[in-house]
T-cell receptor
Framework: QKEVEQNSGPLSVPEGAIASLNCTYS??????FFWYRQYSGKSPELIMS????GDKEDGRFTAQLNKASQYVSLLIRDSQPSDSATYLC??????????????FGQGTILTVHP | DGGITQSPKYLFRKEGQNVTLSCEQN?????MYWYRQDPGQGLRLIYY???????QKGDIAEGYSVSREKKESFPLTVTSAQKNPTAFYLC???????????????FGPGTRLTVL
């Protein structure tokens, strides 16, 4: 099993809807997870970090971490066409936690259509 | 302005040539990382460095080399031994050392390398 795995998508939602992106991980001791947004041809941009079980909200974005079930999700409320991008989930590399290494999922392409 | 810069933005390489990709940061970050991204795939770690004059191989280090002579700089050389170097190369940095510190990484704009 890959260390961090995302539902492959692509995901298409209408403008104004809630987009739900999910990620599962294999390392039970992982403490921190990150969501990056990557527009086509650009580099990833960190949009959410979550370090504890539960929800973390930042504007239209909510990250959820469930350590018991080993999944992390990102909800985007009131989706806008400008949210259309690839979303990457990242967690600590199980083999190198002490070096701050991250393992990235393969990404989920989100399209928000007007 | 604080940030991470990579140059060049686009790079074309002939077969058998070595090329060096630049990565500079003025964020005073300790750790720096090099990733490769291929179409439709996530990021794969090439090399990383926690402190000056020290670096470690990542998951796909073969055909690549790095140096870390200054805290601000972490250049990546793609050698002729790398058989399929065409990809998007991303440099990232992270404040603080490992252990209890936060693991957030921040990315530069990337270099797109094409082998002719």
């Amino acid at each position: 099993q890959k260390e961090v795995e995302q539902n492959s998508g692509p995901l298409s939602v209408p403008e104004g809807a809630i987009a739900s992106l999910n990620c599962t991980y294999s390392d039970r001791v992982s403490q921190s997870f990150f969501w990056y947004r990557q527009y086509s041809g650009k580099s990833p941009e960190l949009i959410m970090s979550i370090y504890s079980n539960g929800d973390k909200e930042d504007g239209r974005f909510t990250a959820q971490l469930n350590k018991a079930s080993q999944y992390v999700s990102l909800l985007i409320r009131d989706s806008q066409p400008s949210d259309s991008a690839t979303y990457l989930c990242a967690g600590p590399n199980a083999g190198g936690t002490s070096y701050g290494k991250l393992t990235f999922g393969q990404g989920t392409i989100l399209t928000v259509h007007p | 302005d604080g940030g991470i810069t990579q140059s060049p933005k686009y790079l074309f390489r002939k077969e058998g040539q070595n090329v060096t990709l630049s990565c500079e940061q003025n964020l005073n970050h300790d750790a720096m990382y090099w990733y490769r991204q291929d179409p439709g795939q996530g990021l794969r770690l090439i090399y990383y460095s926690q402190i000056v004059n020290d670096f470690q191989k990542g998951d796909i280090a073969e055909g690549y080399s790095v140096s870390r002579e200054k805290k601000e700089s972490f250049p990546l050389t793609v050698t002729s031994a790398q058989k399929n170097p065409t990809a998007f190369y991303l440099c990232a940095s992270r404040p603080g050392l490992a252990g209890g510190s936060r693991n957030e990484q921040f990315f530069g704009p990337g270099t797109r390398l094409t082998v002719l």
